[in-house]
């Protein structure tokens, strides 16, 4: 123990030393790793901050630092009061503006739902997940089989369809917090039909949620065979109740309203149907209805953005999330002029298919007024539209801040005053 306890002090000793001598920059830390007491080198504590008590929560189940308060917000989206005149709240935005990495930590990932804050207490022991309908056999999973057979884990975004941008917005969590990544875990719906044996004339399926509304959509069955899952596993954890606990469907890159919470029922039919979920797609040729389901290549910069300051000129990364419905992401840009000129941006880790997707680009700021943005294209050549373009595209008179119809997957600009404050550029 001795002679490890020595060895790894002059480590450190020689580390400080190569740190001292490297760069001008380090000596203020040379000195203080120079001096450093034994008990540091045996990997004891030297410094005089208060200590955080091992509180029950803290031991059971871990909580973040105190001085970490980001939360998620009430979102009025689509119009509707949150909370409504009954008390319920239907949407939780997601604050981006402080997210790093891709991962969204369970306890901040959006919420949707149809029902408002009242959900589901689901008996895991008790639920059971059915397929029926055009098959050579129903079958009833209970939780316990599903987890005995073959499991896939993934990195997939979940995007509320009203994930829409206007200028009224003050901030990213406003204006993009509805759609949220996190690591999901389970069955691949394919393994499942497998074993029921799918007859020839099933070209749809239902897939139905657990509350009186259900929660129901019409898919097509080329898509529960390709990469559907049947995830009870979120980040490391069970899916929370909020996200649709004991079970929930993934449909990677489709709105979000597909991805069944509270998953209890498949039912495998001939053709598309209509539920409550599905009346939003109500105009839509069934021949065609799938084209439509998909989220299209869409990127937002979450710092600096809407009510962040830039405490000077100088460098930052500016920095952001992009994401496909369509596949992983293969480029971003980001331009600092407004969409004058575009420069690519880093791609922060191997893009994951249909999951958010980390960028950033260097930035020297002159301290001058400047509106970014940023713009993806997928893997398979789309590319995020301009505002103009989305208008062009639905035919409808283009402003600066009008209402997108369909998805909005339009470009984001955020405006840097000389002051270093940043605000919402369609305002
Ligand atoms: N059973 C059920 N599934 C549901 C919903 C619901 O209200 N009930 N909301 C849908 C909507 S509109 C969205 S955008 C996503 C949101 O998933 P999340 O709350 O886990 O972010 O779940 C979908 N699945
Ligand atoms: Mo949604």
Redesign the pocket.
């Known amino acids: 123990m001795g002679s490890k306890q020595t060895s790894r002090r002059e480590i450190l000793k020689n580390g400080a030393a190569l740190a001292g001598g490297l760069t001008l920059t380090s000596g203020a830390i040379a000195p203080a790793l120079g001096q450093m007491p034994d008990h540091m080198a045996m990997g004891g504590s030297q410094n005089d901050y208060p200590m955080i008590m091992g509180s029950k929560e803290l031991i059971e189940y871990g909580q973040r630092s105190h001085y970490v308060t980001s939360v998620r917000i009430m979102h009025p989206m689509g119009g509707r009061p949150s909370p409504d005149a009954f008390g319920k709240v239907f949407h939780l935005a997601s604050p981006l503006q402080d997210s790093v990495g891709v991962v969204t930590p369970s306890s901040l990932?959006?919420?949707?739902?149809?029902?408002g804050s009242y959900m589901p207490d689901i008996d895991p022991a008790k639920h059971t997940l059915t397929i029926h309908g055009l098959v050579d056999r129903p079958l009833t999973f209970t939780m316990e089989d599903l987890k005995r057979l073959p499991s896939v884990t993934r990195l997939h975004f979940?995007e509320?369809a009203g994930n829409r941008h206007n200028g009224r917005q003050k901030t990213v969590q406003e204006s993009h917090g509805?759609t949220?990544c996190a690591e999901w875990t389970g069955v691949l719906l394919s393994t499942l039909l497998k074993e029921c044996g799918l007859k020839g004339n099933a070209t749809w399926f239902v897939a139905e949620?657990?509350?009186e509304v259900?929660?129901a959509s019409s898919m097509p069955i080329a898509k529960a065979m390709d990469d559907c899952l049947i995830a009870y596993g979120m980040n490391g954890e069970a899916v929370r109740p909020?996200?649709?606990f004991p079970l929930r469907l993934m449909v990677p890159g489709f709105e979000?309203?597909f991805?069944?919470?509270?998953l209890r029922r498949i039912k495998l039919v001939d053709r598309y149907y209509m539920n409550y979920n599905d009346f939003g797609h109500l105009q839509r040729d069934p021949k065609e209805a799938a084209l439509s389901f998909q989220i299209g290549p869409k990127s937002v910069i979450t710092r600096p953005s809407g009510g962040q300051q830039l405490p000077g000129r100088g460098f930052y990364e500016i920095s952001g999330l992009a994401w496909s419905g369509g596949g992983a992401i293969r480029s971003v840009e980001v331009s600092t002029n407004g969409g004058r000129t575009w420069n690519r941006a880093e791609i922060k880790a191997t893009p994951q298919r249909m999951a958010h997707t980390r960028f950033g680009y260097m930035w020297n700021w002159d301290g001058n007024e400047a509106e970014i943005l940023s713009r993806c294209i997928d893997e398979i050549g789309q590319q995020q539209p301009t505002r103009e373009q989305v208008a062009q595209y639905w035919n409808v008179p283009f402003e600066r801040d009008y209402r997108v119809p369909g998805l909005d997957n339009s470009v984001m600009p955020w405006r840097i005053a000389r002051d270093g404050s940043v605000t919402n550029g369609l305002a």
């Not at 990932?109 to 029902?115: D, I, L, N, Q």
């Not at 991805?259 to 509270?262: E, S, V």
């Open positions: 990932h959006y919420v949707a739902t149809t029902r979940i509320c509805m949220s949620g657990s509350e259900k929660g909020q996200n649709g979000g309203i991805n069944t919470k509270y």
